[in-house]
Nanobody
Framework: QVQLVESGGGLVQAGGSLRLSCAAS????????MGWYRQVPGKERELVAV???????IYAPFVKGRFTISRDNAKNTVYLQMNSLKPEDTAVYYC???????????????WGQGTQVTVSS
């Protein structure tokens, strides 16, 4: 059993900042990729940022230097620092992780429950 629990969402004015956190717990041997996605009603879920275990980071073009993803492997936690937020960043943000529960296991994908981020103009 693996759980991803997000925190840090909320309401912020345009230009403000929020920091999202996502902690993975349960039967975890090794976490490969960890990332953040977002979704608004009526649209598909889209990638925001992903970070691999070695530290390589990939960002969606709309991030444009405003967001920073990081991870603490000792805590099985991934963070998303969001600065210069815009109203169009309003969405439910989901944490995702690709991990192995035991040695030799295949990697499976897990998702958090989502946290609402609302940016007012």
């Amino acid at each position: 059993q693996v759980q991803l629990v997000e925190s840090g969402g909320g309401l912020v004015q345009a230009g403000g900042s929020l920091r999202l956190s996502c902690a993975a717990s349960g039967s975890i041997f090794s976490i490969n990729n960890m990332g953040w996605y977002r979704q608004v009603p009526g649209k598909e879920r889209e990638l925001v940022a992903v970070i691999v275990r070695a530290g390589t980071m990939i960002y969606a073009p709309f991030v444009k230097g405003r967001f920073t993803i990081s991870r603490d492997n000792a805590k099985n936690t991934v963070y998303l620092q969001m600065n210069s937020l815009k109203p169009e960043d309003t969405a439910v943000y989901y944490c995702a992780a690709s991990l192995e529960s035991y040695p030799g296991d295949r990697a499976d994908d897990y998702w958090g429950q989502g946290t609402q981020v609302t940016v007012s103009s």
